[in-house]
Each structure stands twice: as structure tokens, then as C-alpha cells.
């Protein structure tokens, strides 16, 4: 019969009661029959028989489910309560809506960011190998081909490794030309990463060889965009940088590696990449799976191994470089991690602050209930069943509340997924999956059982008898000294919250204070790369940017033109070893090395990069002239300082053979390239006429805000070369906000929390002292009466305030001194225990607790002794 | 609201002494509720006092898991009663119980009286 006996309840609770009436009847007849009067006969039936109801009410317990049916009955009744206490009910809804929503918010970012695994076959085994040389401070470095080589052909530890180099390719075949983003890879690249193709084939060893007609693998995208997603695509052709190639794959939808990459093309290495020399040329990222059951630091000391091999072999280039094995997901999101843990912990205290703020919310209503619940004890519920009931009206709460909070964590989630990939990797992939809800649910419960325990606690404890002789109206000094020490939590984690913000808002300031070395407002920036197949020759090279900035120049708007190897502060710039005189005598690997920028002569002008010594370079500084070269102050200082530069000559190296000697002709200021949080970095400039570089990003300077002039830039090229397409349009702002975007968001993040714990917190403490002011009234109003000043009830109700909050602000700063060493690393010119930041928080928070507790303490000096004391 | 789960007073000790005695009040036919409190009582001579409070619980309680069934009758002065009859497994259960309950009692003697030597 089981739980079915549950439906039928009713139709046998009206059969007992016929069979009940069925034993009295009988009874009555017997005793009838022992000769009592029929109204004797039916009492003394009833009498045998017992309470009736009490015997139905049994069986009827006995067919109920009897745990589901109470539970369903305190949900009722706790939601009767809720909506009697609107006022109450939407405060905590809020606050907890807030901490369980921020929660929710920062852990679906490290759940999409760095719990799930990458979307790889084994991610787990998937690596990146990279070359390190920690003398010159490049801890992680690219990596050379012919290294790779050896690498490959030696490494036993490793299934498979593949090379990888970006590249950008003019695509012309569409109404306009347009530069698509795509990867030199390896053969082995594909089945490294475990990648299906959805259409066709990856690449094969065969593919891999130069000369051959070229073939290529498309991204999902691209087939999308540009083919219309046409099935019969493998086979046709595709125009990149003039050149034909056959499309033999598509990959699937959501592959991407590198990220952002549209199209895929054999690595074909040329002789000359391959040649000793190119030993020195780091530009190759390498990926490797590692075999089943090895593990990373197998594969780290096999390859320190090998490295040190090479490094004997091949002494010139080698020397000081060893190689460094990392997890793909490490290196993917390795320098997020510190961030989202640090806001994780944030939205944590925030959580805590907003569970007491709720505790003590439920405390000061448990006053109010406490009649309530007496009378209930009275009745004969037990302690359990009451503590139940309680904690059901608890779980209620933070139930709305999660639903709540999961809208609010699901509008900072769409915010959160708009940020690119070099502020917070992987961010497409943050949403409201199965792990984040399950993990806003559990937040819920803990949040409730955190919140709603100690007022069940309390509330349980104690003889109804005393509180129903008290009338409900003092509270007893336990249930104070909870809510103060709930008071003095909230305002210690308010505190480190606070300090933490505080320190890297600092930092932020200070940071966007720093000087870039270039003006950036009113720039537009854009990037244009001459394909080899169609500009062979410098002089077409110099030719077409030549045009290109004459037309430009010639716009009205445009003040200024230039044309440079790279944009400041992208931080994907080359560097070089160089030489001077006296540093030629080092051996190669110890030679130091500098930012390298190819430029035309208006570009320090454009950008506002003042001249200290010397002279630009000029007009005449052409292809066949003295080849000249400009320093920045760094490299001056560093190795110039006892004498002038300008006319000592200095090498730095590309090209086939030994880069050539040029005089300096000038020095410049410095640009911080690295990072505004950096040193400045060492740069040297040579006149874009006497190094040619087909890849070159254009600086155009307005008079106001030059974003007008895209449209302009794109059609002044098309004219120069119809086919030639214009990249990475950027305002000089949105060059800047790039550099600062993850201080930013952090400092933006953090600071909001703090302040939303700062409202708690002074909420808390202003629920705590009107509470407190209100039970005293009684005792106020005598002391009134007795002659106290409204100046001392203001001291009395403020001291109590303010005890609280210093105790608070104590404990906080002994937890912020532990804690903001946590936040180091992001620092900026601020020490974590920067002791100014930690006395104008402290002071701010008391500044807002005082606020708070003077508004009751104001509410006190008004009581009218007359009325507080017939009030009793 | 009050206490589930055990009836008062000595339905404590007969909570399982019970069900066996309405179990073999009907092995000689079925039954109301008022005959089963009677006979138990009278075989007893009046040792045993069935609470009325316990009897209908018990009645319940033996029905739903199936040893006893019940059914509309006529009583002896012509009311109408609900009366029980013992099912197939209420004669098994009771035959075991029985057997458990001699065992307890036999055990129970010898702890209180100790085989004279």
C-alpha cells in the first residue's frame, strides 16, 4: 500500500469515524443492557472509548507523509510571514540577491576561465614549449625553426610537437580587399591539439614543402563569411597576398587556435629559416601532446636536456637559452588566475557581510517574534520543529534571493563575455551552465544555514515561561552581544575590502599618471602589410607607404602622417641584440638587447616623442645615404652616459648577414613599450628608407577626434593599390585603454564590491543601533528624567556605535596587513601595506559608521521621558 | 502540536503484544472492534486492558500491511460494524510471532527462575 495510503487518507479517516460511532453505539446498548439509564449507558461508552478525534487524528498521522507535509506547511507559512513583513523580506532579498549574484558572477568566470578544461582532445596532455633565457630576463620566449627541429627530432617524452607562427595575408576576392588573420602550422599541428576537420582533410607531411602549390585549411568562420558555408568548397581556390591556394578542410565551428585565427597554411620552412644563423630568430610558438602517463616535469628536464645539448653545439646562438614546458591552460589563463582569486575572495567576504547583515535583520525580528514562538513551545511544538520552521523561512529567503541574484549574476555575465581575450581569456564561454547554477544553489543553502542559524540558535534557546512573563519586550543581553559581534564582523571585512580597493585604485591612478612617452590623444592608428608575392622590391615597399602618407598628409584634417614598424605599447614589438663599439668585444648571447622600431621621419613628431639631442631623421636620410640610427634616453643613459652619443655608431640585427654599423643621430624620449607599470625600455629607431619593413602600422594626427578618418585612410590606399587591405583601425585611447584594460577591470571590480560592502556594513551598524535605541528607550527615558542632557544619551548611544566600529576597524587592519600582500603583484608604486591607504580607509569607514549610528543616536536624544516611561 | 509515534501508558509495552493478540482473537472468526477489546479482556481475565485509544490504531495498522482485512457487517443487536477477518498472511505472521513470543517468554523464565540442580 505504501505511500499511495497518503490519497486515500480522507476516505478512511470517514470510515474510522463510522467504526468509532459503529463501538460507541455497541457499547451503549451493552451497558443499556447492564440496566444503566441510556443517557448513563452513552457517557460511560464515551468514557471507555477515550477522545475520539485524538484516536482519528492518529490513524490520520499514521497515513501521512508526515516530513513532506510539515515542510510544506512551513513553507506556507513561512511565506505568509515574508509577505507580512514586506519591508523586511525585500532588504535581505537584496542583500543576499547582491552577494549570492556577485558570487555567482565571479565564479562562472573561473568556471568557464580556469575549471573547465580547454576544448581539446586530453587538454590535459596538450603543452606549450617554450624557449627561456632567464640571464636576459626573457622567461618565457618564442621559439627559433631550426631549434624546433632538434627539439622534435629529439624529445621522446612528447607524442607529437608542431610549430606555429602567425601571419596576416591580404585577401582579395571579396568586394573589398581584406586582411585575414591565419597560422603557419606544422602537419602535426592538427592532430597535436586532436582537431577534426568538418569538411576535407588537415594537413599532411606532403603539404608541408616549399614551392608547391599552396594549400589551405579554413576556420569555420571563414567558410561561413566568405563561402556561404558551401559544401563543395574543398578544391577551389583562394587569392592570399596574390598568390593562389587550394582549400583542402574546413575545421569545425569553435575550434580556434591560435585564437582568432581564420585560416591555416603549411609552415614551409625555407632554407634560410633553417640556416645556423636563424638559430637566433625566436618567433615560432610550439605545441607538443605529451605521451600517456609522462608527465610536465619529464618532459622539463628532457628538454633542459636537449637544450643544453644545443647550447654546447651551437654556442654563438644558443648560449643561455634552455627551454620551459607549460600547460597549454596554465599559459592560456596563468595570468588571470591571480585576479580571479583575489574577487573571488572579494565577492566571499562580501557574501559573509551580507549573511550578517541578514542575521542580524532576523535577530532583531526575533525579538519581535519571540512571543510567537513561546506560545508555540507552549503548545507543545518541539525545539526541533520550531528551529525547522525558522530555517525553512531562511531557505525561503535565500531561495528568492538566488533567483534574484542569477539575473543580476546573468547581466554582469553579458557584460563580462563582451571583454577581448588579452584582458580576460576564454570569456565567450561565461554563462549560466549546469556548475554555475548549481553552484548559486549551494551558496543559497550554505547562505541560509550561515544567516538563519544563529537566530534559531538563539531563538530555541531560553524557557518560553520567561519570555511570556517578560512580555517580549526586553531583550535579553545575549542575544545583543551576537548582534554586536555580527556588527564588528561585517565592519573588519568591510575594511580589508576596502583597504584592497583602495590600494589598487592607487595603483591606478598612479599607473594612468605615468607618462606613456607619447601623446596618444587624437591619433588613429591602422595597420597595412604589403604582401611579399606582389611588393618583392624595397623600392615598391618605399614606394607604396611613400604615396600612401603624401595622400594622406594632403587630407585636411590630418596634421600629421607616419608610418612605424609597430605601435607603441601593443606589447607584441621586436626586440634585437645590438652592439655598440665597446659591447662588440661580449660574446653574442651576452649582448644586450632593445626595442626595435623601423620608422619615417614625421613619426616622433606625430606621436609627440620630443627630441633631446640631435636631430629626426629627415628627408635625407634616404636608401643610398649613411645609414643613421636614433636611441632612446634608456639606451643613452645606459650606455652612453659618460659621453655624447650622437656620432658613435651602433648595430642591431636583422637582415641576411651582419646587420651594418650606424651613426646616431639622435636621442629620444623614452616610450614605455613594456607596460606603463614597467621601466622604460630601450629602443632603437632606424629610418624606415634604409630598413625596409613590409608590415607597417600608420599613425595619422588630427585636430580632434580622428575616428572620421578611417573611411578616409581606407579609400587614399585603395587608390594607391586596389587590392591592398587597411587592419586594426584603433584610436590612440583605444590604444591606451588596451594597456590598462586588465588593471581596470580588476580595480573596477574590487572597488565595486567594497563599496557594496561599505553600504552593508553601515546599514548593519544602523539596524544594530536603532535596534538597541529602541530597547532602551525605558532606560533613556529614565535617564532623561533623572537629568541627563541630550548631549550624553547622544554620547551614550554614538560610544556604543563607535566601540563597535574601532574594535571592527582594528581587527580589519590586521586582516587587510595579512591579506593585501595576496594583491602584490598588481601593484603599482603603492606597497601593500602602504600605510596612508590603510589610515584613509580606516578613518573613511569610521566617518560612514559614525553617520550611522548618529542617526539613531539623534532619534534617542528625542525621547520624551514621559512617554518612554509609560511605555514600560 | 504534540508528540507522534507512541501511544500512552501500557500500549508501550503491548506494541507488538497487541497486533499478536488481535491476530489470534481472529483466528476463531472475524470480528468488530468491540468483540476483539471484549474477548482479549475476558481470556485475560481482565489482566489485560485493551485501550481503545491503541485498538483502532492497531486495527489500522494490521490492515495496512495486509494481515488483517476488514468489512461492513451487522453486529449481534443489529448496528452496523466494521468487522476483521485474518488474511493468508495474517495466519502466517501470527504463527510466527507466536513462536517468537514463546521463545521470549521461555527466556525470560529462565533468566527469572533459575533451573533448580
Known amino acids: ?872 | 502540536m504534540p508528540k507522534r509515534g507512541a501511544p500512552p501508558l501500557q500500549a508501550d509495552l503491548l506494541q507488538g503484544t497487541l497486533d499478536l493478540l488481535i491476530l489470534q482473537t481472529l483466528v476463531l472468526g472475524a470480528a468488530h472492534g468491540h468483540t476483539i477489546a471484549y474477548v482479549i479482556e475476558h481470556r485475560s481475565d481482565a489482566v489485560l486492558q485493551v485501550e481503545h485509544g491503541s485498538l483502532y490504531p492497531a486495527l489500522h495498522r494490521l490492515e495496512d500491511r495486509g494481515w488483517i482485512a476488514s468489512f461492513w457487517g451487522t453486529s449481534e443487536n443489529n448496528r452496523k460494524a466494521r468487522y476483521y477477518r485474518l488474511t493468508r498472511s495474517g495466519r502466517q505472521q501470527l504463527a510466527q510471532q507466536t513462536s517468537r513470543w514463546e521463545q521470549l517468554v521461555g527466556a525470560i523464565n529462565r533468566v527469572l527462575r533459575p533451573a533448580k540442580e
Open chain 1, 1 to 872: 500500500m505504501g505511500w499511495m495510503r497518503y490519497f486515500r487518507r480522507a476516505r478512511w479517516d470517514e470510515e474510522r469515524e463510522l467504526e468509532i460511532q459503529a463501538y460507541l453505539e455497541i457499547e451503549t446498548d451493552e451497558n443499556i443492557a447492564r440496566g444503566m439509564t441510556p443517557e448513563e449507558a452513552r457517557y460511560a461508552a464515551r468514557r471507555k472509548l477515550g477522545n475520539p478525534t485524538q484516536i482519528r487524528e492518529e490513524i490520520y498521522r499514521m497515513n501521512s507523509l508526515t516530513f513532506i507535509e510539515s515542510l510544506w506547511q512551513d513553507v506556507r507559512c513561512g511565506l505568509r510571514m515574508l509577505r507580512k513583513n514586506a519591508g523586511f523580506a525585500m532588504v535581505a532579498v537584496l542583500t543576499l540577491a547582491l552577494g549570492i549574484g556577485a558570487n555567482t558572477a565571479i565564479f562562472s568566470v573561473i568556471h568557464a576561465v580556469l575549471l573547465s578544461p580547454l576544448p581539446y582532445d586530453h587538454p590535459d596532455r596538450i603543452t606549450l614549449v617554450r624557449e627561456s633565457n632567464p640571464s636576459k630576463g626573457f622567461e618565457q620566449f618564442s621559439v627559433s625553426p631550426p631549434n624546433y627541429m632538434d627539439w622534435k627530432n629529439a624529445a621522446g617524452a612528447f607524442e607529437q610537437m608542431a610549430s606555429m607562427s602567425r601571419g596576416q595575408f591580404s585577401y582579395t576576392g571579396g568586394a573589398e580587399p581584406e586582411r585575414l588573420v591565419g597560422a603557419r602550422v606544422a602537419a602535426s599541428f592538427f592532430s597535436v591539439l586532436g582537431a577534426q576537420p568538418e569538411l576535407g582533410r588537415t594537413f599532411l607531411p606532403e603539404d608541408d614543402v616549399v614551392g608547391k602549390a599552396g594549400v589551405v585549411v579554413l576556420s569555420h568562420g571563414l567558410w561561413t563569411q566568405h563561402f556561404g558555408s558551401d559544401p563543395q568548397v574543398i578544391g577551389k581556390s583562394l587569392t592570399l597576398d596574390g598568390e593562389s591556394y587550394r582549400v583542402i578542410g574546413v575545421m569545425r565551428n569553435g575550434f580556434q587556435f591560435p585564437r582568432g585565427v581564420q585560416l591555416w597554411l603549411p609552415s614551409e620552412f625555407d632554407e634560410r629559416s633553417l640556416s645556423p644563423r636563424a638559430r637566433g630568430a625566436h618567433y615560432l610558438t610550439v605545441i607538443a601532446r605529451l605521451k600517456p602517463g609522462a608527465s610536465i616535469d619529464q618532459a622539463q628536464a628532457e628538454m633542459v636536456a636537449i637544450s643544453k645539448r644545443l647550447e654546447q653545439l651551437y654556442p654563438n646562438t644558443n648560449t643561455g637559452w634552455t627551454s620551459k614546458v607549460v600547460a597549454l591552460s596554465e599559459a592560456t589563463v596563468g595570468n588571470i588566475r591571480p585576479t580571479l582569486l583575489v574577487l573571488f575572495g572579494a565577492v566571499g567576504f562580501l557574501l559573509l557581510i551580507a549573511c550578517a547583515n541578514v542575521a542580524n535583520l532576523l535577530l532583531a525580528r526575533a525579538t519581535a517574534r519571540q512571543r510567537e514562538i513561546a506560545i508555540r513551545f507552549s503548545l507543545g511544538a518541539s525545539r526541533l520543529r520550531i528551529a525547522r520552521q525558522l530555517l525553512t523561512e531562511s531557505i525561503l529567503l535565500s531561495g528568492i534571493a538566488c533567483a534574484l541574484g542569477l539575473l543580476l549574476a546573468e547581466w554582469a555575465m553579458r557584460a563580462l563575455r563582451t571583454l577581448p581575450p588579452s584582458t580576460l581569456p576564454r570569456a565567450e564561454s561565461i554563462g549560466l551552465d549546469l556548475p554555475v547554477l548549481g553552484f548559486a544553489a549551494g551558496v543559497a543553502v550554505l547562505t541560509a544555514l550561515l544567516f538563519g542559524f544563529a537566530p534559531a540558535l538563539q531563538i530555541t534557546r531560553g524557557a518560553p515561561s520567561e519570555t511570556l512573563k517578560e512580555g517580549g519586550r526586553t531583550a535579553s543581553a545575549g542575544r545583543h552581544g551576537v548582534r554586536s559581534a555580527l556588527v564588528v564582523l561585517e565592519t573588519t571585512l568591510a575594511l580589508v575590502l576596502l583597504v584592497g580597493s583602495g590600494l589598487l585604485f592607487k595603483s591606478f591612478v598612479r599607473l594612468q599618471t605615468v607618462d606613456p612617452g607619447f601623446e596618444s590623444k587624437n591619433i588613429l592608428t591602422a595597420n597595412i602589410s604589403l604582401p611579399k608575392s606582389k611588393y618583392s622590391t624595397d623600392a615598391q615597399t618605399i614606394q607604396f607607404f611613400g604615396q600612401v602618407l603624401e595622400r594622406m598628409q594632403a587630407v585636411p584634417d590630418v596634421k600629421e602622417a607616419a608610418v612605424a614598424s609597430g605601435n607603441p605599447m601593443d606589447g607584441s614589438n621586436l626586440s634585437f641584440v645590438f652592439a655598440t663599439k665597446q659591447l662588440q668585444a661580449l660574446a653574442p648571447a651576452d649582448q644586450p638587447s632593445a626595442g626595435y622600431y623601423v620608422v619615417s621621419p614625421n613619426y616622433f613628431h606625430t606621436l609627440g616623442i620630443p627630441l633631446l639631442v640631435g636631430r629626426y631623421f629627415t628627408q635625407g636620410d634616404f636608401a643610398g645615404s649613411p645609414r643613421v640610427a636614433i636611441i632612446s634616453q634608456a639606451v643613452a643613459q645606459r650606455f652612453f652616459h659618460d659621453r655624447s652619443p650622437i656620432g658613435q655608431t651602433i648595430k642591431i640585427g636583422v637582415g641576411a648577414g651582419d646587420p651594418p654599423w650606424r651613426e646616431i643621430v639622435g636621442v629620444v624620449g623614452d616610450v614605455k613599450d613594456d607596460g606603463l607599470g614597467e621601466a622604460a625600455t630601450m629602443t632603437v629607431y632606424e629610418p624606415c628608407t634604409q630598413q625596409v619593413w613590409s608590415s607597417m602600422s600608420l599613425f595619422l594626427r588630427s585636430d580632434s577626434d580622428p575616428s572620421h578618418l578611417a573611411s578616409v585612410l581606407r579609400s587614399q590606399v585603395m587608390s594607391v593599390d586596389k587590392d591592398q587591405p587597411v587592419a586594426e583601425i584603433a584610436t590612440g585611447e583605444q590604444m591606451m585603454s588596451q594597456a590598462v584594460a586588465q588593471p581596470q577591470l580588476r580595480t573596477l571590480l574590487l572597488s565595486l564590491f567594497a563599496g557594496l560592502a561599505l553600504v552593508l556594513a553601515s546599514l548593519g551598524i544602523y539596524g544594530v543601533m536603532s535596534n538597541m535605541v529602541a530597547q532602551r528607550t525605558h532606560e533613556i527615558g529614565v535617564r532623561m528624567a533623572l537629568g541627563a542632557g541630550q548631549r550624553s544619551v547622544l554620547r551614550l548611544v554614538l560610544s556604543n556605535g563607535m566601540r563597535l566600529t574601532l574594535l571592527g576597524i582594528a581587527l580589519g587592519t590586521a586582516g587587510a596587513f595579512a591579506l593585501t600582500r595576496l594583491m602584490k603583484s598588481f601593484l603599482f608604486h603603492v606597497t601593500p601595506t602602504d600605510p596612508a591607504t590603510f589610515l584613509e580607509v580606516a578613518l573613511f569607514l569610521f566617518a560612514v559608521a559614525l553617520l550611522a549610528s548618529y542617526i539613531p543616536a539623534r532619534r534617542a536624544t528625542r525621547v520624551d521621558p514621559v512617554v518612554a516611561l509609560r511605555y514600560e
